[in-house]
């Protein structure tokens, strides 16, 4: 997309569920992809029913936000009965494009639908020969594999006149985009069908027979997670089409800050042509604060070595989670939110806007329906807190998790 004669990439956040559809429009994505019932690389993620598929595209169309859907799995003939009544639907529907790996189905779409074809990262679309090919069966983009760097993603659109949509956050594959059965043979769940385990993340032993290396225990596959935040100039003068962000099966509180940093940093150079190192380091932090696993920034400039590997354990960091996401702001009197998590009178916690920095809460005072005020809150009722003009329904409430 370009804003005068500035280039400015789209923003491709992920939509593990109708909620975490509208968290990520109402925080900035400027397009969201999402799974259906079937079909989708991701089985247990809250996959969209055709009802909320139709809700989720009206909200996200309503707000200039785009709708892609996956049709990533590896399908077999019995797989395809359902697939020519879904794809008319999601024609019928106005969805923005499908992203697809399959050759069959890529086959399908074109016979039965005009819909807009993404190779889905799962082909492991790595060169220009490839992406070539691609073109010529109809794709409009390439989702590129994660070992793609940010250069040869450049020389690709260059070549052959294809968008480009490269991965600049999220989990980690240490297989070629999934073309991996670890998770098959370990877990009895088949990666390439929506079930991996992320087997790759265990600790395991290595056994080797020469005698010079040592059997020990080691998370030796097991990746940290990317950000791009500090390669965004580099997105941006790649033109680099489209900045996609892995995790349709990570929480709200992923979808909405990870899409409220990154379109708060593109806004900003939409406005300034320049990123200033403060924003930088702001941005990083605020990246810091969603559930990961140490960052890395992969393959997008130099080939990810041993350093990308996450050694310590095979937990995650998590500094903060989300206690409530607000229901109604009632004008200069309080706000309804909705409890998540079970907080206490008094505790630090953080609203983050639509924009702007989060607002920080020293000792968040709260009470119920009529006027309680318990020493803790219940998940799933709606309690009051003070009043702040800034918040907005949606916008997500999170304290720092006590160690
Ligand atoms: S187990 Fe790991 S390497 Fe294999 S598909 Fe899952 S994330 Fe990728």
Known sequence: MTHGDKFIPEL?????SLEKLKVAT????HAVYLGGQSFGLRSAAENFTSVELREGVEFAHARGTKVFVVLNSFLH??????L??????LEQLKVDAVIVSDLGVIETIKKHTNLEIHLSTQASCL???????????????????????????????QATGLEVELFIHGSMCMAYSGNCVISNYTQGRDSNRGGCAHSCRFEYQLDFKNPDIVAKNSYFMSSKDLMGIRLLQDFIDAEIDSLKVEGRMKSHHYAGTVSQVYSEALNFYREHGHFL??????????????????YTEGSLV?????DSIYHEREGVIQDFQVIGVV??????????????????????????????GPIHVAELEFSTFNGERPSKSRPGTLVKIPYYPEVEPFNLVRARVES
């Open 12 to 16: 491709l956040a992920p939509a593990g």
């Open 26 to 29: 109402l925080y900035g994505a």
């Open 77 to 82: 003939d019995h797989d395809l009965e359902n």
């Open 84 to 89: 020519v009544d879904f794809i008319c639907e």
């Open 127 to 157: 060169n220009i020969a490839s992406a070539m090919l691609w073109k010529k069966m109809g794709v409009k983009r390439v989702v590129l594999g994660r070992e793609v760097s940010i250069a040869d993603a450049k020389k690709i659109k």
């Open 277 to 294: 190192s403060d924003d930088l380091e702001r941005w990083e932090n605020e990246l810091r604060k969603v559930s990961h696993r140490d």
């Open 302 to 306: 130099e080939e990810a070595g041993s």
């Open 327 to 356: 229901s109604q702001t009632l004008k200069d009197q309080c706000i309804l939110l909705e409890v998540r998590s079970p907080f206490r009178q008094k505790c630090e916690v953080e609203i983050v806007p639509f924009s702007g």
